[in-house]
């Protein structure tokens, strides 16, 4: 790596006695991971990192930290592993906040699991998308991901079905 984006790096670099981490002090991504720009394009400084201390990052590879810490640029903290080894860290250490919650853990949800039930009653009825719709606050088209088992699949049970002049190819049992 060129010696001058190595005296840049070294710039940003905060060790923090306690962890151990080597903290990024610069720009950081919506994650809080640390980045800088080499030749025209930005980067992850635990990646940099990396590459400084030992040499390339193999291809189909990624950058993992030990520390579970993003803005870490610790060579120490850092080892290479495949996605799935970086998404079953991200899991085991609860990191994956940033994957959609369901129903009600949605602090955006505007149903319940107890309104989908009703709705899915009152769809079995023959009651129209809309007024369901409409008595629950909610678009025609977050009732119909709910009927056909886009959303809310983990309540009804139900995954993605086919509507058919607004209605359910298959009887839902009301």
């Not at 060129?2 to 991504?29: H, Q, T, Y």
């Not at 998404?87 to 602090?107: I, P, S």
């Not at 079995?124 to 998308?129: A, D, L, Q, T, V």
Request: with cysteine; aromatic share 6%.
């Amino acid at each position: 790596m060129d010696d001058n984006v190595v005296k840049r790096f070294e710039n940003f670099i905060m060790p923090e006695p306690m962890s151990g981490c080597w903290l990024w002090n610069g720009a950081l991504s919506g994650a809080g991971y640390g980045q800088m720009g080499v030749n025209g394009k930005i980067e992850y400084a635990h990646r940099i990192s990396y590459i400084i201390h030992n040499g390339e990052i193999p291809s189909g590879m990624v950058v993992r930290h030990t520390c579970d810490n993003p803005a870490c640029a610790n060579p120490h903290h850092l080892i290479i592993g495949t996605m799935k080894d970086n998404c079953d860290d991200m899991f085991r250490r609860g990191r994956n906040r940033h994957v959609a919650l369901k129903g009600e853990d949605n602090r955006a949800a505007i149903l319940t699991e107890s309104k989908v039930k009703r709705i899915m009653k009152m769809y079995g009825k023959g009651i129209m998308i809309v007024s369901i719709a409409s008595k629950y606050g909610v678009t025609a088209s977050a009732v119909s991901n709910v009927i056909r088992g886009i959303s809310w699949n983990h309540v009804t049970g139900l995954k993605n079905r086919r509507l058919k002049n607004n209605r359910i190819y298959q009887n839902i049992q009301a």
